[in-house]
């Protein structure tokens, strides 16, 4: 059975950082593209940066770039999202999820692409 857990989510000022991991279970994630999207109250679901399976190449929401970092550790199975200078526009509802295709700049960020979801974590970002 596959299975996503996030964890790491929380109140946070602005400015400072945060670990989101999404952990595996029922698969073997290097085999699969990993994506982090976010949900905030009364928006839709958006794409903020996937990891594809193999060589691991990596997609980043121009909103993000520079200040997220998606990496995978292949021995604990498990996504990690590094969030820095957080702003409160990065206030919402994160969701890893996972699916077996291949990975493009051209899908990576559509929901649709992905079978597999886990359950969220809330990020607030507040003084």
């Known amino acids: 059975q596959v299975q996503l857990v996030e964890s790491g989510g929380g109140l946070v000022q602005p400015g400072g950082s945060l670990r989101l991991s999404c952990a595996a279970s029922?698969?073997?994630?290097?085999?699969?593209?990993i994506g982090w999207f976010r949900q905030a109250p009364g928006k839709e679901r958006e794409g903020v940066s996937a990891?594809?399976?193999?060589?691991?190449?990596?997609f980043y929401a121009g909103s993000v770039k520079g200040r997220f970092t998606i990496s995978r550790d292949n021995a604990k199975n498990t996504v990690y999202l590094q969030m820095n200078s957080l702003k409160p526009e990065d206030t919402a509802v994160y969701y890893c999820a996972a699916d077996p295709r291949v990975l493009y700049s051209s899908n990576w960020y559509a929901d649709h692409v992905y079978n597999y979801w886990g359950q969220g974590t809330q990020v607030t970002v507040s003084s």
């Open positions: 990891i594809s399976s193999g060589d691991g190449t990596t």
């Open positions: 029922g698969f073997t994630l290097r085999n699969y593209a």
